[in-house]
């Protein structure tokens, strides 16, 4: 049973993927000109000017010239048949060279910033559910709804500011300029770590934010159920009560959503990233949609639909595993 | 036996806290031996003492057989400098080729210091080579430096020109068109050895530019960036088993390799002639380097090896608030890019003594803070009618009010000006300069009656000669020389005056595409070329297409089949400059140019607004040997041309 459910799920993801690769190459490609757009705009903002000439020989080279379809199948090819997602332009690179060298960090980052949002929001939100419309409650809901509402990039560059003035960072990246390119050490982890927590706070306040409400929702759902009276009359203490039974039930939904996870581990949080230079993944993302460079963002955006497929997957699995009325529900 | 493994773990863990090259050590791990000796011997000798440890060692020659036989003698802008060091500064993002400029700019000939975009070769100094030209511009010889040697220690000869001549230029899969500046009267250059240390360019015509040509970035200097017993082993006319590295390399073909190899930014491998060779590539991890190239060719007046700085270290930075923060921080050493922008410069200015910098003036080499180019070529015959009519452009012009855009975006600096070139140029034109550039509504109103346009609609806005109102849509640059703030105040000023300006604003990349298909209405421009009339001249006459008022005539003067034929005043120009690139004479050459600027006064092809203020770089105040001021802007590869293996930093 389960492996048909299984073997059925794996084959609607290749239509699925074969769709997504197509319309993201054409969405990246619709926009007018292309990368030696990028080029030119750049030397001539120098004064600098390359005769259209040569233009024509480069967009050839580059085999700009041919119809979006040619250059979609050559893509497309190379990964399925050689495992090759061609070159990057921006970073006259393989594409797979450009991701992977970030990929670490990049993990690394996400791991964190989850491991942050849930060590922060599921006893908050455990909290502000068993103490409802208590005054930790409203300061909680008060904080995680001014995590929601401001923009990441504001509160990003706000910490960048107090860093640089208060605790004399320097601005900017994962780590301090002596320490980018030295080996692993102490000292390197150490740096790490102090530069780390901006991009961790900012990115999981949002994610705070929210799944503090989900918890508490939950729970709140669950509190009021005759199980918990049933525990509470056999005098069951609260604490233990409360963990062991309405906990498990309320986080079932944030396990079930682990899936979804998978993508934002390598897509990291583009702006975030962006304005304060980390050396991540989603700079490179959002470089190569703003200068065409459509091998490394076509190949971004497929291993980005790759995974959330994949994560899907998962998830329904878990699901599936955990809740029998999932497998048997569809007959 | 626990007790003991337990032991042996420590005393594994003391020795390698000992040699202090641990994972424990909190100090930043380079990967270098630090026991680098400093020799003191070599503190004040005529090398660097990392290379003097390297000779000393063994792995390297002595300095003396190291330079050529005569170096080249740099003059330091203030005194002579210290070794060690870096420069410190950032790129913005891995592709950003333009930062490594001031590293790269080692070609056969160089710009003096004090540029002022004469005309003439006094300009043209000696770099790699000392040149001879003959009496009409048509023969140019190069001698070459005997005994220069590339990074790696081989020479630089005649043959590293030639391979690039006969390999790279004449190769037609690697050079589809031979580009206009190495072609004169429809030929390509012929190239011819002499000797191993002589090379002539021989040209079918005279050609004006040439030299200039020659010491420019990404035009001449290429020529003596091909090192040939390197490159070789990459063509197919050298090595018939390049198949083998092309797979090996996992590129497309033997063409993908060969400018992956050539790409000195990105390949780490190729030798080269300049004082920093890049040892860590932009396009891997966030910083990139270049360090000392120990066969670097030029010396102080007390022959002392350049460079001064050990090393040119690069930040890659996404963003240009970092790159802004990082300087107001004291962490750039030197640097003008991203900074120049919005209102950056009071934040920059009043952060000097906390970050401990000081700020150099960049001469712009722009005689316009922002040209509005309407398309006279445009598909519409309506709108292109209208802007055709020049009362129309005329009655725009007096319609701006000049110093109120000066005063409030610019804060006040610069001076109402048409598209002149600049007043301390030879090349000023008077009425170039100054026509219409009054503040005058009801002059302005007069001149749009007399185009014709006299009807209004409701809101006052005058009906186009197909009874539609008049509407312009300017694209703006959104990233630089804020030109959307100077594009709100138009709006006001033409309402003024019934017309309806609406702003685009745009990305640089949309703004080219949209140029190149000839799909706008008007566009700013920068006023490039303020300085180097003759090197950028396309906002005086459209040869090229950033001269977007008349982007297909440019195409047409270009040869493209879809370009169109110009009106005869435009014609005239091409004539005067086709002649003016075939003139070798300095004097000739302004001649022929006052009278394209002639035209270009009379045809009024765009509207400017006001000179621009200057640049300005960051300067750490521990750098030295850097001037006040110095030019900047294309084709000057500031600060390059001040020779910036002779900047050092005390301690």
């Known amino acids: 049973m389960m492996t048909q459910f299984v073997i059925r799920r794996v084959l609607y993801m290749i239509p699925t993927l074969i769709a997504v690769s197509i319309v993201t190459f054409l969405v990246i490609q619709a926009p007018p000109g292309d990368y030696l757009t990028t080029v030119v705009a750049r030397l001539e903002a120098e004064g600098q000017y390359v005769d259209r000439g040569q233009l024509d020989a480069l967009r050839e080279r580059y085999g700009l010239d041919e119809s979006v379809w040619v250059q979609y199948w050559r893509w497309i090819t190379g990964i399925v048949l050689h495992g090759d997602f061609g070159q990057s332009l921006v970073y006259s690179a393989p594409v797979s060279d450009v991701i992977q060298e970030r990929l670490g960090l990049t993990i690394l980052l996400s791991v964190t910033t989850l491991a942050f949002v849930w060590a922060v929001a599921i006893p908050i939100g455990m909290y502000s559910a068993v103490r409802r419309y208590s005054v930790g409650d409203y300061a909680a809901t008060f904080v995680g709804f001014i995590g929601l509402a401001i923009p990441n990039f504001l509160i990003a560059l706000i910490l960048l500011y107090v860093s640089y003035r208060y605790l004399g960072q320097s601005v900017g990246g994962l780590f301090s300029p002596e320490f980018v390119d030295a080996r692993w050490n102490l000292g390197k982890v150490l740096d790490l770590l102090a530069h780390l927590w901006i991009p961790v706070v900012i990115i999981g306040t949002a994610g705070t934010a929210g799944m503090i409400r989900v918890v508490r929702a939950n729970l709140l759902d669950e509190l009021n159920r005759p199980y918990v009276v049933t525990a509470r009359a056999k005098g069951l203490p609260e604490r233990r009560l409360l963990i062991k039974y309405p906990s498990r039930i309320a986080a079932s939904p944030i396990v079930s959503t682990v899936g979804w996870l998978l993508p934002s581990l390598i897509s990291a949080e583009i702006i975030v990233s962006v304005v304060l230079s980390l050396p991540t993944t989603g700079p490179v993302m959002l470089r190569a949609l703003e200068s065409q460079d459509m091998y490394l963002a076509g190949s971004f955006l497929l291993v980005l639909s790759v995974l959330t497929v994949v994560g899907t997957l998962i998830s329904d699995i878990l699901l599936a595993r955990l809740d029998p009325r999932i497998r048997y529900g569809r007959r | 036996m626990p007790h003991r493994r337990r032991t042996w773990a420590l005393a594994a863990l003391s020795a390698v806290v000992l040699t202090g090259c641990s994972f424990f050590s909190t100090d930043a791990d380079t990967g270098e031996d630090d026991d680098t000796p400093a020799s003191d011997t070599a503190a004040g000798g005529p090398e660097a003492p990392t290379l003097a440890a390297q000779v000393e060692a063994g792995t390297l020659p002595p300095v003396e057989e190291r330079l050529p036989d005569e170096p080249l003698v740099v003059e330091p802008v203030e005194e002579i400098g210290t070794y060690g060091g870096e420069w410190r500064t950032y790129m913005m993002g891995p592709d950003d080729d333009n930062a490594m400029n001031p590293i790269g700019y080692e070609g056969l000939v160089r710009w003096a210091r004090e540029y002022t975009g004469a005309s003439g070769t006094d300009e043209i100094l000696p770099n790699l080579a000392d040149y001879e030209v003959n009496e009409d511009g048509s023969s140019y010889t190069f001698h070459l430096r005997p005994g220069t040697r590339w990074s790696d220690g081989e020479p630089f000869t005649a043959d590293d020109i030639m391979f690039w001549y006969e390999s790279v230029l004449m190769n037609e899969t690697l050079t589809p068109s031979v580009p206009g500046w190495l072609t004169a009267g429809g030929e390509p250059v012929t190239v011819t050895k002499v000797d191993d240390h002589t090379v002539r360019f021989d040209f079918a015509a005279p050609k004006a530019f040439f030299l200039h040509d020659m010491a420019t970035l990404d035009r001449g200097v290429q020529v003596a960036e091909h090192p040939r017993h390197y490159l070789e082993q990459f063509h197919p006319d050298h090595n018939p088993d390049v198949e083998a590295l092309v797979a090996e390399s996992g590129l497309g073909d033997w063409v993908a390799l060969f400018e992956n190899r050539v790409d000195w930014r990105r390949n780490v491998d190729i030798p080269r002639l300049a004082p920093w060779v890049v040892t860590d590539p932009p396009n891997d991890g966030t910083t990139a380097t270049a360090e000392r190239n120990p066969y670097y060719w030029k010396v102080d007046p007390d022959g002392k090896q350049l460079p001064y700085l050990d090393q040119v270290s690069y930040s890659i930075v996404e963003d240009a608030e970092v790159a802004l923060l990082r300087a107001i921080d004291g962490e750039v050493d030197l640097e003008h890019r991203g900074l120049n922008q919005g209102d950056n410069y009071p934040l920059v200015s009043e952060n000097q003594e906390a970050g401990d910098y000081r700020l150099m003036t960049y001469d712009y080499d722009s005689m316009n803070i922002a040209t ?110 804020n030109w959307t703030d100077v594009g709100e105040l138009l709006v006001d000023y033409w309402a003024a005056v019934g017309i309806e300006l609406r702003i685009n604003p745009v990305s640089d990349e949309v703004r080219t595409e949209r140029r190149d298909s000839n799909q706008f209405d008007a566009h700013f421009g920068s006023g490039l070329g303020g300085r180097a009339a003759l090197i950028v001249p396309w906002n005086y006459v459209p040869v090229a297409a950033p001269a977007a008022y008349g982007e297909m005539w440019a195409r047409w003067y270009e040869g493209y089949p879809d370009g169109e034929e110009p009106p005869a005043p435009v014609q005239e120009q091409y004539d005067l400059w086709r002649q003016l690139e075939a003139t070798f004479d300095a004097d000739q050459q302004e001649e022929l140019f006052k009278q394209i600027l002639d035209i270009a006064a009379e045809e009024f092809y765009q509207i400017g607004i006001a000179t621009p203020r200057q640049e300005f770089a960051v300067v750490k105040n521990s750098m030295h040997n850097l001037p006040e001021q110095m030019p900047s802007g294309s084709p000057y590869p500031n600060p390059a041309p001040y020779n910036p293996e002779q900047f050092f930093k005390s301690e």
């Open chain 2, 372 to 481: 509005v180019q309407l398309n006279l070529t445009h598909p519409d015959p309506v709108k292109r009618e209208i802007y055709n009519n020049k009362d129309f452009r005329i009655g725009l012009s007096y319609a701006i009010n000049r110093q109120e855009i000066i005063d409030l975006v610019y804060n006040g600096q610069g001076e109402p000006w048409q598209t002149s070139p600049l007043e301390s140029t030879p090349f000023y034109h008077e009425q170039l300069a100054t026509q219409y550039v009054e503040y005058d509504v009801d002059l302005a109103n007069q001149h749009l009656d007399q185009a014709g346009y006299t009807e209004r609609n409701a809101d006052g806005i005058r009906l186009g000669p197909d009874g539609q109102p008049i509407v312009v849509t300017i694209d703006a640059r959104i990233d630089v020389f």
